[in-house]
Every structure is written in C-alpha cells, then in structure tokens.
C-alpha cells in the first residue's frame, strides 16, 4: 500500500483489510514522504497488529513506493490496495480462490464499486466495463480497451511479477505497464464474479492528475505493445477518437515506424477523402482475413459490437485479424 497525505482514509483502509474472512496477510504500508499523520496513524496500526509493517521514505512517486512494498513482502502472492480505498471481506479468499480454479492464472481482480463525489457518466460505463469482465477470455478480447482490472485489486504470484519485470517507470501508467507485460508472456487474467472492492473516487487522486495518465499517453503504450503482423495494418475508425490515433500514426511514420496503410469508416461523406494523410476506404475494400491486421480505434457506445458483428461473420478472427484499441 503506498500512502501520501492519506490521515483521513489510511485507518478506515486498514480496516478493511482487518475484516478479511482470510487471515494470513501481511500488509507492507509504505509512507511515501507523507505531510499529515497518515505515519503516525500506520504506525499505531502496526503497534496493534504485527500483520502491518510500516515503511518511511522520501517523496520518491508511486513506482518507487511499490517497488519498496514488493521488495520487503514475504508472500507467495502480492496484493495491491490503496490508502483511501475498501477491500470488502470476502476479497483475498476470493481472488486466491481463483488461483487455486484457473492454475495459469497470472493476475487476478475483482469487481468494483465506484465511491464517492462527482463520479461523471464516463466514469459509471468504465466501471460497468470492468465489472462486465470476469472469464481470461474477456480479459485477452479487451485488454487494448482499456486496463481492464482496476489496479488497487490486482493480486498476482510473485513468481510472474519478478518474471515480467515488476514496475518501471515508464511515460504511461505503471499498472498497465506491468499487465500487458503479463499478457504479452501469456499470463491469464480473470476477476471473481462479485463486487469486492470499494473503489475511492478524488479529483485529486493520480490518474487525473499526472500526465502519465492522459489520454495520448494511453495511446502510446497501446501503440507501444500492439502485437506486431506481416500482414499491412489497417485503422477502422475515422471519428473523433479515430483521428487522435490518425495524427499519432503521422508522428510515427515520420519516425519510420508503424502505421496503417489506410483508415475504414463507414460515413459515406468520409469514404475517399484523406484525413491526416491517410486515405479513407469502405469496409468492403478491406483485404480478405489472414491478409490484413485491423486496429479498431472506434470509442462510441456499441460501435464494438456493431464492427465486431460486421467482421466476424466475414472471418475476421478478433486477436489474430482485428483488434478493439479503444
């Protein structure tokens, strides 16, 4: 658990993980160069309960904080949780649950419930995707999406942790960094089938402050291990978020690396013209499967469904003919 500035939410935290129905935990609290009490509080804690080991740094950032909490742990498996978030009782007997179910399973989640002020719309269809992911099936469909486990519930072995390299830091979220190092060695991922995680809301909170968490920087890492074919690359999706992908391929071919040789879209008034230098072609030209690889870049509501419905019956196969980036 790394912790910065977290006195008001830190104990309740602890609290929650008190309530586990599984017992044999150990929790590696690392005070991140804190201003508040948030120590002072750690430290009744673990005066109370030998279970909770404090550890004391300068303000070093989150990686560093992690990698510290990793480090010193004992276990056979390591948890993530944040100061201000809830994992509800049944969290740790279930995602070990999991482990002992699906025996190549790498990482492990949980479903979430979003707490909090001024959870916007955005934030409610991201939590209901996350929750809509449970199988290693779903996970390996969406896993370009978005992150699709919500870092403070992962749980993975230490032997695939150390394996992929545990967390850098990188230009992009350091959580992402590390799941798709797992899903590119092959590690499985999977969530038990309920809600039991309390997840903490802030307009304060990393995510919506760093830059490493910005909209291009989600981009970058997705182009950065986007799983690389013989085949000619193709974007469906000539929209809003597609365009923002269009101007990055442009910066990319200018550096002689990848780009598509043509972007889909089904708008008719779109289908000929040239939109940051790519030129815009109708689903129907599109070569044969096995003889082009499709990144799709269409965010609105249902548009998955609809190219997926549209390519599939034609067979396109999704993760070795297309794949969803947004």
């Known amino acids: 658990m790394p912790v910065r500035d977290a006195s008001d939410t830190v104990k309740e935290a602890v609290d929650s993980l008190w309530r586990q129905h599984f017992p044999f935990w150990e929790l590696i609290a690392v005070d991140d160069g804190s201003q508040d009490d948030s120590a002072e509080i750690l430290?009744?804690?673990?005066?109370?309960?030998?279970?909770?080991?404090?550890?004391?740094?300068?303000?070093?950032?989150?990686?560093?904080?992690?990698?510290?909490?990793?480090?010193?742990?004992?276990?056979?498996?390591?948890?993530?949780?944040?100061?201000?978030?809830?994992?509800?009782p049944d969290r740790f007997g279930a995602q070990l649950e999991m482990f002992n179910r699906i025996p190549t399973l790498a990482l492990c989640g949980t479903k979430v419930r979003l707490t909090g002020h001024g959870i916007s719309c955005g934030y409610r269809r991201y939590?209901?995707?996350?929750?809509?992911?449970?199988?290693?099936?779903?996970?390996?469909?969406?896993?370009?999406?978005?992150?699709?486990?919500?870092?403070?519930?992962?749980?993975?072995?230490?032997?695939?942790?150390?394996?992929?390299?545990?967390?850098?830091?990188?230009?992009?979220?350091?959580?992402?960094?590390?799941?798709?190092?797992?899903?590119?060695?092959?590690?499985?991922?999977?969530?038990?089938?309920?809600?039991?995680?309390?997840?903490?809301?802030?307009?304060?909170?990393?995510?919506?402050?760093?830059?490493?968490?910005?909209?291009?920087?989600?981009?970058?890492?997705?182009?950065?291990?986007?799983p690389r074919s013989s085949a000619p690359l193709y974007q469906w999706g000539a929209g809003e978020v597609g365009k923002l992908w269009l101007k990055d391929w442009q910066a990319e071919a200018k550096k002689g690396g990848l780009w598509p040789v043509a972007v889909v879209d089904i708008n008719p008034r779109k289908i000929g013209r040239i939109i940051h230098g790519f030129r815009v072609i109708d689903p129907s030209d599109l070569p044969p499967p096995g003889l082009c690889w499709i990144a799709v870049t269409v965010g609105a509501p249902g548009a998955r469904e609809e190219i997926r419905d549209w390519l599939v019956p034609r067979g396109y196969r999704e993760g070795t003919d297309f794949l969803f980036l947004a």
Not at 49 to 76: E, H, Y
Not at 77 to 86: E, K, T, V, Y
Not at 168 to 184: A, G, K, S
């Open 127 to 226: 939590e209901a995707w996350l929750n809509s992911l449970v199988t290693p099936e779903d996970h390996a469909r969406e896993c370009f999406v978005e992150c699709p486990i919500a870092h403070p519930t992962f749980m993975m072995p230490r032997a695939w942790y150390e394996s992929a390299g545990g967390y850098r830091d990188t230009p992009w979220p350091e959580d992402y960094d590390l799941l798709l190092r797992i899903w590119q060695a092959g590690g499985r991922m999977a969530k038990p089938d309920a809600v039991l995680f309390e997840w903490r809301h802030r307009p304060q909170r990393l995510s919506q402050t760093d830059p490493r968490y910005a909209p291009e920087a989600f981009r970058k890492i997705k182009r950065h291990y986007l």
């Open 43 to 88: 430290q009744a804690c673990a005066a109370a309960d030998p279970r909770v080991k404090v550890v004391r740094q300068p303000p070093r950032g989150i990686v560093a904080a992690l990698s510290t909490a990793a480090g010193m742990a004992s276990g056979q498996f390591l948890a993530r949780m944040d100061a201000d978030d809830i994992s509800l």
